[in-house]
């Protein structure tokens, strides 16, 4: 008989193997502040993974050194002076809970088994941190685009009174709202959940960046006077380009009198509320039909986790329980309980994010994520007084939250973009660029909790520096 099995003949073996690379990943986690921010991926690296389907195994020791070989090349977002796009930072902490969810192999599809406990424990904390009712549900997700997909299917579910889940959605022409300045995932939703991008009405901002109410009436009105059926109203809370917050009280009022679903994209600026100082910010919020947000953002949960949250658990619930034969509850066992997961959610298998989540909180506390939020937005703050006052600099946008978006003044037309490419490809620093009212700019976005003021200075004083270089 061949022996099958996938387990280690040396088990020794494979222990050295795994606490050695249980040490170089905490290196690298301990040395996060220090080297380049981005390494770019060489090429004798890229060259030797082009390999044929191996058929047969080069063993644990080897394989395990091909993988540390790649440690050094991240994106860079574990560095404090990574400030591009809205990236997370990481936890070692993260880490260790990814292990212990790796070996417990478990499937949160369903059934009753400890890791269900624990998602319906993140649950819990999420449903009563946005003050949302005992009735509300929620679902760990990939991240805010995944949980984005299932908030606004179940508001168009409700629209058609669910009639659509088996005649399809037929003549109703649904049409939703949201901003200009929304993130692209909210028009993705509408292309994947069948609706067409062009049914997404993009309402324009005003000086803020913050959805233009009267105009968002408008366009409502206008919706219906031509015969079209509005179902959902999209606000931001944390704007990708600028940090805005959309006034959500105000949104919220005109839902709920024009009886539209009122989704929040939350995706980096709901974490706010675990900040004393800075919730208020986010009034309305928890007056949402749903909301979606990300853990692997400013909760510095390692990729990749997200959120989504449902005022009416039955509505979600009835949006995706789909029941099959072999998928049938039983009164105890395994299949006992119920709903499970697979019922709020696209997915079947799925699996054991929330540990990661539930970690990251029980080590740390809410108080001191909500703290290391807050020194973000401060640092962002007195950038922002800088640059407003820097001969060479011009500030493009208000600084709402933890985002400064300015520009070097040259007569180089790609001054900005040469600037932000250098500073990637020397490794000092990573910003991104943007557009703001037409015109490129530096877009330096303070998402981690290893950024200290120093790192900003320092960037500050390599764009003055580089920007005189590249000009002249
Ligand atoms: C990052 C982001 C998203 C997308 O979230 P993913 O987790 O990457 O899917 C959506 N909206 C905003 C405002 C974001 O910053």
Same mark, same amino acid.
């Given at each position: 008989?061949?022996?099958?099995?996938?387990?280690?003949?040396?088990?020794?073996?494979?222990?050295?193997?795994?606490?050695?690379?249980?040490?170089?990943?905490?290196?690298?986690?301990?040395? &996060?502040?220090?080297?380049?921010?981005?390494? *770019?991926?060489?090429?004798?690296?890229?060259?030797?993974?082009?390999?044929?389907?191996?058929?047969?195994?080069?063993?644990?020791?080897?394989?395990?050194?091909?993988?540390?070989? /790649?440690?050094?090349?991240?994106?860079?977002?574990?560095?404090?002076?990574?400030?591009?796009?809205?990236?997370?930072?990481?936890? *070692?902490?993260?880490? !260790?809970?990814?292990?212990?969810?790796?070996?417990?192999?478990?499937?949160?599809?369903?059934?009753?088994?400890?890791?269900?406990?624990?998602?319906?424990?993140?649950?819990?904390?999420?449903?009563?941190?946005?003050?949302?009712?005992?009735?509300?549900?929620? /679902?760990?997700?990939?991240?805010?685009?995944?949980?984005? $997909?299932?908030?606004?299917? !179940?508001?168009?579910?409700?629209?058609?009174?669910?009639?659509?889940?088996?005649?399809?959605?037929?003549?109703?022409?649904?049409?939703?709202?949201?901003?200009?300045?929304?993130?692209?995932? $909210?028009?993705?939703?509408?292309?994947?959940?069948?609706?067409?991008?062009?049914?997404?009405?993009?309402?324009?901002?005003?000086?803020?960046?913050?959805?233009?109410?009267?105009?968002?009436?408008?366009?409502?009105?206008?919706?219906?006077?031509?015969?079209?059926?509005?179902? @959902?109203?999209?606000?931001? &809370?944390?704007?990708?380009?600028?940090?805005?917050?959309?006034?959500?009280? =105000?949104?919220?009022?005109?839902?709920? !009198?024009?009886?539209?679903?009122?989704?929040?994209?939350?995706?980096?600026?709901?974490? /706010?509320?675990?900040?004393?100082?800075?919730?208020?910010?986010?009034?309305?919020?928890?007056?949402?039909?749903?909301?979606?947000?990300?853990?692997?953002?400013?909760?510095?949960?390692?990729?990749?986790?997200?959120?989504?949250?449902?005022?009416?658990?039955?509505?979600?619930?009835?949006?995706?329980?789909?029941?099959?034969?072999?998928?049938?509850?039983?009164?105890?066992?395994?299949?006992?309980?119920?709903?499970?997961?697979?019922?709020?959610?696209?997915?079947?298998?799925?699996?054991?994010?929330?540990?990661? $989540?539930?970690?990251?909180?029980?080590?740390?506390?809410?108080?001191?994520?909500?703290?290391?939020?807050?020194?973000? @937005?401060?640092?962002?703050?007195?950038?922002?007084?800088?640059?407003?006052?820097?001969?060479?600099?011009?500030? @493009?946008?208000?600084?709402?939250?933890?985002?400064?978006?300015?520009?070097?003044?040259?007569?180089?037309?790609?001054?900005?973009?040469?600037?932000?490419?250098?500073?990637?490809?020397?490794?000092?620093?990573? *910003?991104?660029?943007?557009?703001?009212?037409?015109?490129?700019?530096?877009?330096?976005?303070? =998402?981690?909790?290893?950024?200290?003021?120093?790192?900003?200075?320092?960037?500050?004083?390599?764009?003055?520096?580089?920007?005189?270089?590249?000009?002249?």
């Amino acid at each position: 008989m061949p022996n099958t099995s996938l387990d280690p003949e040396n088990w020794e073996g494979l222990r050295a193997s795994a606490h050695d690379m249980l040490d170089a990943a905490l290196d690298k986690m301990q040395a &996060a502040t220090e080297g380049p921010v981005w390494n *770019p991926f060489p090429d004798n690296l890229k060259q030797s993974l082009k390999v044929d389907l191996p058929r047969e195994g080069i063993g644990v020791a080897r394989t395990q050194q091909a993988v540390q070989s /790649l440690l050094p090349y991240g994106l860079g977002n574990t560095h404090p002076r990574f400030f591009g796009w809205v990236h997370g930072a990481g936890t *070692p902490g993260g880490v !260790v809970a990814d292990i212990a969810a790796a070996a417990m192999n478990a499937n949160l599809g369903g059934r009753d088994h400890g890791a269900i406990y624990v998602e319906n424990q993140v649950i819990d904390w999420v449903r009563a941190l946005f003050e949302f009712p005992a009735g509300a549900s929620g /679902l760990v997700v990939s991240g805010t685009s995944m949980a984005t $997909v299932v908030a606004l299917k !179940v508001a168009r579910d409700v629209k058609l009174a669910f009639a659509n889940q088996q005649a399809g959605q037929g003549v109703v022409e649904l049409v939703g709202y949201t901003s200009v300045q929304t993130h692209n995932c $909210v028009a993705r939703a509408f292309d994947l959940l069948g609706l067409g991008t062009d049914a997404l009405r993009l309402i324009g901002v005003g000086e803020n960046f913050e959805m233009d109410i009267p105009a968002l009436k408008a366009a409502i009105a206008a919706d219906k006077s031509a015969g079209k059926t509005p179902f @959902c109203i999209v606000g931001t &809370a944390g704007s990708v380009n600028v940090g805005a917050i959309d006034d959500l009280d =105000a949104i919220a009022d005109i839902a709920g !009198v024009e009886d539209i679903w009122f989704h929040i994209d939350g995706a980096f600026g709901a974490s /706010l509320m675990l900040s004393e100082e800075m919730r208020p910010r986010l009034n309305g919020i928890t007056r949402a039909d749903s909301l979606a947000f990300d853990f692997h953002k400013w909760w510095h949960v390692n990729y990749a986790v997200g959120f989504v949250l449902i005022r009416n658990g039955a509505d979600h619930l009835r949006s995706f329980m789909m029941q099959a034969e072999y998928l049938a509850g039983q009164k105890r066992g395994l299949a006992a309980g119920g709903p499970w997961p697979t019922d709020y959610g696209p997915e079947l298998s799925r699996g054991f994010r929330a540990l990661k $989540v539930w970690s990251v909180l029980m080590e740390h506390g809410a108080d001191k994520l909500g703290a290391s939020i807050n020194h973000n @937005c401060e640092l962002a703050q007195k950038l922002g007084r800088k640059i407003a006052v820097e001969p060479q600099l011009e500030l @493009c946008a208000p600084v709402a939250l933890n985002i400064v978006c300015f520009s070097y003044k040259s007569a180089r037309v790609d001054i900005n973009d040469e600037i932000v490419m250098e500073l990637q490809t020397r490794g000092i620093a990573a *910003p991104s660029s943007t557009i703001i009212n037409g015109q490129t700019v530096i877009r330096m976005c303070i =998402a981690n909790h290893r950024t200290t003021q120093a790192d900003i200075d320092v960037t500050l004083a390599e764009i003055l520096r580089l920007g005189y270089e590249l000009s002249n």
